[in-house]
């Protein structure tokens, strides 16, 4: 998702909106999946063509993959060779994605030699956008060294890959070979497609969520962090092309997104993983709803019941954005750090304090009083500040919305601070 101005009218647009993706169908069990994922690609917005080859219609109706998209299904190369507007290279030459799912062992040996003796692999040839390849085999196949070394091959020339996982295969063997889900492909698409953005080389660490601070074996202090708005941003941040490195408390959500995942309990967890990694990151983006105290002490046993009442003594955890401006230092790796600020009064005030005591390029003033914005909920209200100008009201959005906003912001400032570098004008 991109957001592009027009004086002060924002509009909001999609990675995968009016992009040209391929889908290439080979022949194994797995092609019924990537019915799921062209439907994910057209729903999102992309013009898709589909090419399958001759064994890959034998397991999947091409009827099934026009429905979907609405337009022919290429499985034959000089029947389409008539037709002026989708010659025999030019569905390669316009695609921005190339996917190819599932990419058998044949497959993937044909594209290591540079083979085009059918409409997937000549396309392949002529392709200019990325490629990306879903392989799927036996793993007896897969291990084998001819793949390995046509992996190998495929790898250097810059092809992109996901999978193949572990699981059942169709021998009904269970081993490395499988297809990786639908839905996960379709997120290393949006990952492929990114790859050369303004982020690219980046490496940007996002923290998500909640953090629990335990005093017995299974009671903690936490707080109603979902982890919404830190995946929101790592998934934006990737959709611009950084390596995104996410570290995030416990939620519900799942990985599998083209982020790294690093998962933490407690804010001391989560203050040495974020300085850790500290000096290899570029842009810190700190969403995580962090517990500022946490019990003085830790009953090695379950606290029974017997007393009206009790009290938990409690100690300050370290407050991790300070600890990272004390450590950044002038030439450090880090470029632009953005804290956020959770408030239920005096949002601005609170904040711009907030912004300056924890010496911050960006904050992002986030109401958490209103149902619709804040904790758990898929929508937000925002207020991003600028230690050097007026505060940017953003109207109520999707949180994917506002990370997309947040990190366009990100990038002007990288750009405000490449432009300060000596030697540049
Ligand atoms: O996860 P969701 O359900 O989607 O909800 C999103 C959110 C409301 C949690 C998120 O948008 C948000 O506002 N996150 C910041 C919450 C918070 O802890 O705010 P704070 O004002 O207490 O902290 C200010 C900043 O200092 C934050 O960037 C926080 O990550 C950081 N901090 C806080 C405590 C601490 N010990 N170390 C810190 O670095």
Partial sequence: MAIK???????????????????????????????????????????????????AARFVAPLTFQALTHRPVVTEMFALLAETDIGHVSLGKRADLMVIAPAT??????????????????????????????????TGMWQNSATRANMALLRDRGFYFIGPEKGRLASSDTGTG??????????????????????????????????????DPVRFIGNRSSGKMGFALAAAGRDQGAEVTRIHGPTARTAGDG??????????????????????????????????????SFAGQKIKKGQDSRSVELAPNPDILKAVAKQNKPGSQLQVVVGFAAETEDLLENARKKLDQKKLDLIVANDVSAPDSGF???????????????PVTLPLLSKDEVAANIIQRVIVKLEEKAGDQPGKD
């Fill in 178 to 215: 499988r297809m990786a889900e639908p839905n996960d492909i379709f997120e290393a698409c949006r990952w492929s497609l990114a790859r050369k953005g303004p982020l690219a080389g980046k490496h940007v660490l996002v923290t998500a969520g909640c953090t629990w601070e335990p005093f």
């Fill in 105 to 138: 062992a044949n497959t993937l040996a044909k594209l290591a030699h540079g083979f085009a003796d059918n409409m997937l692999t000549t396309t392949s040839l002529a392709c200019r956008g990325p490629i990306l390849l879903a392989p799927a085999m036996e």
């Fill in 259 to 296: 982020v790294r995942c690093q998962a933490i309990q407690t804010a001391r967890q989560m203050h040495d993983a974020v300085l850790d990694i500290i000096s290899t990151t570029d842009v810190l983006l700190m969403a995580a709803a962090v517990g500022d105290y946490r019990p003085a």
């Fill in 376 to 390: 758990k909920v898929d929508t937000n209200r925002v207020n991003i500040l600028d230690p050097q100008s007026e």
């Fill in 5 to 55: 101005y027009s004086g002060d009218k924002m509009t909001v647009i999609p990675l995968l909106k009016d992009k040209s993706i391929v889908v290439g169908v080979t022949g194994g069990i797995a092609a019924y999946k990537a019915a799921a994922l062209t439907s994910r690609l057209v729903q999102a917005g992309a013009r898709v063509d589909v090419i399958m080859t001759e064994a």
